[in-house]
Nanobody, 124 residues
Framework: QVQLVESGGGLVQAGFSLRLSCAASGRTISTYAMGWFRQAPGKEREFVSGINWRGTDAYYGDSVKGRFTISRDNAKITVYLQMNSLKPEDTAVYYC?????????????????WGQGTQVTVSS
């Protein structure tokens, strides 16, 4: 079993930055693909970013390309999401996910474990 705990969310003004962290415990995730999703009120959960187990390949949703960066530290069993140039439309609950696969997927079904989420609110 894997437990994922997100942190780093909060309220920021548009144009500012936040860094989310996802700490894992339980079974090691060092060989798992990791991803970040987000869900705004009344909307479907949306893929934000994914990274392979080595941390060498990263993928991004179109809406965050060029602004967000995913990274992982397998020694610390932690995944990060650096979010720059935040926009009001980035407001959502952000979820960390782990998947028993080599290449990170872009849909919910590609992931086996989920965190509880952390709220990010961007004011205009």
């Amino acid at each position: 079993q894997v437990q994922l705990v997100e942190s780093g969310g909060g309220l920021v003004q548009a144009g500012f930055s936040l860094r989310l962290s996802c700490a894992a415990s339980g079974r090691t995730i060092s060989t798992y693909a990791m991803g970040w999703f987000r869900q705004a009120p009344g909307k479907e959960r949306e893929f934000v970013s994914g990274i392979n187990w080595r941390g060498t390949d990263a993928y991004y949703g179109d809406s965050v390309k060029g602004r967000f960066t995913i990274s992982r530290d397998n020694a610390k069993i932690t995944v990060y999401l650096q979010m720059n140039s935040l926009k009001p439309e980035d407001t959502a609950v952000y979820y960390c996910a782990a998947g028993r696969r080599i290449v990170p997927g872009t849909v919910r079904g590609d992931y086996d474990y989920w965190g509880q989420g952390t709220q990010v609110t961007v004011s205009s």
